[in-house]
């Protein structure tokens, strides 16, 4: 089992293929400088119109409306039949489509004016204690069974993450991997810095892995294209976070209309810790929008629908491990 640690409070993950895998985190000895082309987000072109043979520049077309504006999400988390990676390894695609719906309806009753939708939030990119043939320790789900869950997602009204543990591999060129997924307007993204570890040179789970703002920035960049070519409301890009040094430098991410930043406390442990890393992370400076995970299995105990709805600044998005 990878474990991540911060005080009062625990991120955990088994990688699929080694079960028996059982790793305690250390700080790394040393830091291998990875150099990241600084990209700044990109706006797509205003729109222009021909008047009696002279082109006249208009305003850009206003995006349609986040979702989160008003809406709650709530989701289970995992990889398809690995029960202990995540609640939705537990159930087949339909299933946990059912179960999550109902779920979600148990918070729509508490949370005001605000309505809510259910979330299947699926890891794609699994990250290995081993290397692998492409030396990046990562084993990626194929693209029809990511398909399966993008139709089961469509067919039942609830929107899909895609999570990707990175590893050694770049977390760009994964994300240009999902491109005609990203395309529907109910398909989002998550980036997990516990288990990007080039930069240490460090096999994912020795050590506690973290991303850059110019990766952070590159992806967002990237979605806003996609966002702006296809006309769909904004991505929501989810970064877990359970470590201040997981996320580097995010007082530099970029402000791009196009995505918003969510930030996902993921840690389990005792209520206390657990609020007081939200409070820390997800509801920082550099968090656009809030996420929390909750652990069915870890958390002590599993904090209720109610408890989470009393919460000061209760989550955008709730997950469950």
């Known amino acids: 089992m990878v474990v991540g640690s911060h005080p009062g409070i625990v991120s955990a993950s088994i990688i699929a293929d080694a079960p028996s895998l059982d790793v305690r985190p250390t700080e790394p000895s040393f830091v291998v400088d990875v150099w990241v082309e600084d990209v700044r987000p990109t706006r797509a072109p205003s729109v222009a119109v021909e008047v009696l043979g002279i082109t006249i520049a208009g305003p850009e077309p206003a995006l349609p409306p986040s979702i989160l504006e008003t809406t709650q999400v709530i989701s289970y988390y995992g990889y398809p039949k690995v029960r202990g990676m995540g609640e939705l390894g537990r159930h087949d695609p339909v299933a946990a489509a059912e179960q999550i719906k109902a779920l979600a309806r148990e918070y729509d009753e508490l949370n005001g004016d605000r309505e809510t939708v259910g979330a299947l939030h699926l890891i794609v990119d699994v990250a290995q204690a081993k290397p692998t043939s492409d030396g990046l320790y990562i084993e990626r789900l194929n693209l029809?069974?990511?398909?399966?869950?993008?139709?089961?997602?469509?067919?039942?009204?609830?929107?899909?993450?895609?999570?990707?543990?990175?590893?050694?591999?770049?977390?760009?060129?994964?994300?240009?991997?999902?491109?005609?997924?990203?395309?529907?307007?109910?398909?989002?993204?998550?980036?997990?810095?516990?288990?990007?570890?080039a930069r240490y040179r460090a096999t994912p789970g020795r050590v506690i892995g973290s991303l850059d703002a110019d990766e952070v920035n590159k992806v967002q960049a990237y979605l806003a294209e996609l966002v702006q070519d296809a006309g769909i409301p904004p991505k929501l890009l989810v970064l877990h976070q359970f470590q201040r040094r997981m996320l580097i430098e995010p007082e530099r991410y970029a402000d791009v209309a196009e995505v918003e930043l969510t930030i996902d406390m993921d840690g389990f442990g005792a209520m206390g810790p657990k609020i007081g890393g939200y409070q820390r992370y997800a509801l920082s400076d550099y968090a656009e929008r809030s996420a929390f995970k909750l652990f069915y299995h870890w958390d002590e105990p599993v904090m209720t629908p109610q408890q989470i709805m009393d919460m000061d600044n209760p989550p955008d998005y709730i997950i469950y491990q």
């Open 144 to 197: 029809q069974a990511i398909a399966e869950y993008v139709e089961v997602a469509r067919e039942h009204g609830l929107l899909l993450f895609l999570d990707l543990q990175i590893g050694w591999s770049d977390a760009f060129e994964d994300t240009q991997r999902l491109e005609w997924f990203l395309r529907e307007p109910f398909v989002h993204l998550a980036l997990d810095p516990e288990f990007a570890t």
